[in-house]
């Protein structure tokens, strides 16, 4: 007896799940539809293949559960589709990712979109919404990676997108977004990547900013109007491995504290034409650094040699800054391919050893120093180089004829020193390389 009231209850409960699953495959389709028939694809990519006679599920950019055979992804990333966003597609409730990068969207985010509770990927990067940066969407608990990049959304970053504790990936960059960073921000301790480059924020990085983020591998803040002093709070961001800070109006110091950042391989920031004293010691110590860049920022005093020992470094500019004493010699970095040095003080001789027989290096740019004495004839070991500019310096004595076997040398520039018989060699080497003597 009590046997069969329980059979027959839990018959009712697997017919009205049934039933239940079957109505939710419909809305999906039903969502999918509506979403097809808002959208222009010039592909043809979806009116051919979403058809209504096959499952949501065989269709193309659509993934579903296994179990519930709901729509769980949709990535229709770069097929050029265009229109605004069907408010329907905030019906399709077991959506976790969403990709539709890449095509020419526009419009202001449909709020219906807010209904996507279990998201946890967003990508609608380089689009063409605009609006304001929808507050709806820090109520998205489940998002973890929010790409909003190169649309043209306005106004501010909404403090609500830092309610959420599981988020840690964010790409704003390449929008037109003004005002603060939000400080809440930095108190998402899941972040890992915050990419805000190329927006107009302003206002100064909170002196506390890396005690909450320990996750925090790339900040990328470049080409915004941020101002004050790089935090020295700045090494708690431990797992840090590109800091970005380019293009913007920092001042003061560089902190030495950065030399803690051990994990870095990108350090950017150049163009802050308000930083003022020297190259920290410290960042010799930064054994993993393969780009650097402090250009155009004010920064004076000696290059520490350290850093022409960080053997992984492939890329290093100080350009356009008061930097003194000798170049150090280079011979030690192997990977290094581009080393940009000019506009500064340097004096001194060059390197007497530039490159040995493990040098990778393509490009050197030494002009507008003051170094002086003569080219180093082991400046033939450099067997890649491809540019060497040593313009506007006090150089003299020959130009090595040798020169002319660098086979790879495609660009020399040796104007405005005091070299001998210059104008010889000038009619040796116009018919080997293209050469500019007077760039
Ligand atoms: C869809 O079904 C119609 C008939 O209901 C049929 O004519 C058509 O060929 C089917 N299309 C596909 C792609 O199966
Ligand atoms: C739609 O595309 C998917 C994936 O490319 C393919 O498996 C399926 O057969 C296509 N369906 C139709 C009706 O063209
Ligand atoms: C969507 O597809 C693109 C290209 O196939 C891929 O790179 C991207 O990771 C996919 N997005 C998601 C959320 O899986
Ligand atoms: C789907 O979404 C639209 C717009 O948000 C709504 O009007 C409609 O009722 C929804 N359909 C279902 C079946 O839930
Ligand atoms: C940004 O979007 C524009 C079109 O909206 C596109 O031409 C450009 O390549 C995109 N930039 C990047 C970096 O993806
Ligand atoms: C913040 O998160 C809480 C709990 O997750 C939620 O109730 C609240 O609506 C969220 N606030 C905003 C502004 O999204
Ligand atoms: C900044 O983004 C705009 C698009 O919003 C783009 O046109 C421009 O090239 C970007 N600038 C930089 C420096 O990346
Ligand atoms: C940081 O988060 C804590 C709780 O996680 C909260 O009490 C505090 O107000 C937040 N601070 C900011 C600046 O958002
Ligand atoms: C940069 O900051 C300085 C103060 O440190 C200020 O005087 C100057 O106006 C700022 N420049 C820009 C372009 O914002
Ligand atoms: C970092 O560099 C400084 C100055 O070059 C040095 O005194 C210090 O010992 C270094 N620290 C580590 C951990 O290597
Ligand atoms: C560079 O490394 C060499 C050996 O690897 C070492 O002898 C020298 O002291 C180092 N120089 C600096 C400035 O760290
Ligand atoms: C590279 O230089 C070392 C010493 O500087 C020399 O022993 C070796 O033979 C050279 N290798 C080549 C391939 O020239």
């Known amino acids: 007896m009590e046997g069969s009231i329980i059979s027959f209850l839990l018959s009712i409960l697997l017919l009205s799940s049934f039933g239940l699953s079957l109505n939710s495959i419909i809305t999906d389709k039903d969502s999918l539809m509506s979403f097809k028939h808002s959208t222009s694809d010039p592909y043809s990519i979806l009116s051919t293949n979403w058809s209504q006679n096959t499952s949501v599920c065989d269709w193309i950019g659509v993934s579903c559960g296994l179990k519930h055979r709901r729509v769980i992804a949709l990535n229709l990333s770069g097929y050029d589709l265009a229109g605004t966003v069907a408010p329907h597609l905030g019906n399709l409730t077991f959506l976790r990712y969403l990709d539709i990068s890449f095509n020419s969207f526009t419009g202001i985010l449909p709020f219906e979109l807010s209904k996507l509770r279990r998201l946890k990927v967003m990508n609608l990067g380089t689009n063409s919404y605009t609006g304001e940066i929808p507050t709806w969407l820090g109520s998205l608990s489940q998002l973890e990676e929010l790409y909003l990049?190169?649309?043209?959304?306005?106004?501010?970053?909404?403090?609500?997108?830092?309610?959420?504790?599981?988020?840690q990936i964010l790409a704003l960059n390449d929008n037109q977004l003004s005002g603060p960073i939000p400080h809440g921000m930095f108190n998402v301790s899941?972040?890992?990547?915050?990419?805000?480059?190329?927006?107009s924020l302003s206002g100064w990085l909170p002196n506390e900013m890396c005690n909450n983020i320990p996750n925090i591998k790339i900040l990328s803040l470049s080409y915004n109007r941020l101002e004050g002093h790089i935090p020295s709070n700045i090494w708690k961001c431990r797992p840090l491995e590109i800091l970005s800070l380019s293009f913007n109006n920092f001042s003061g110091n560089i902190p030495h504290e950065i030399g803690r950042l051990t994990m870095l391989t990108y350090l950017y920031l150049g163009y802050n034409n308000g930083f003022r004293g020297g190259v920290p010691l410290e960042i010799g110590n930064l054994t993993r650094l393969e780009r650097v860049n402090i250009d155009s920022a004010s920064l004076t005093g000696d290059i520490p040699s350290s850093i022409f020992n960080i053997s992984s470094l492939t890329f290093l500019s100080f350009s356009d800054n008061s930097l003194s004493g000798s170049i150090p010699t280079f011979h030690n970095l192997p990977m290094l391919e581009k080393l940009y040095l000019y506009n500064n003080k340097f004096t001194g001789w060059l390197p007497s050893i530039m490159c040995n027989n493990k040098s990778s290096i393509k490009e050197v740019y030494l002009s507008e120093n003051q170094l002086e004495g003569n080219i180093p004839p082991n400046i033939l070991s450099c067997k890649h180089l491809e540019l060497l500019d040593l313009s506007q310096n006090n150089l003299r004595g020959n130009i090595p004829r040798a020169i002319g076997n660098t086979s790879m040398l495609r660009e020399l520039y040796l104007a405005f020193n005091n070299f001998t018989g210059i104008f010889l060699y000038m009619i040796i080497f116009v018919f080997l390389f293209y050469i500019t003597l007077f760039g």
């Open 149 to 167: 990049y190169n649309n043209t959304f306005l106004g501010t970053i909404p403090t609500s997108l830092f309610n959420n504790s599981n988020l």
């Open 190 to 199: 899941s972040i890992r990547e915050i990419r805000i480059r190329n927006n």
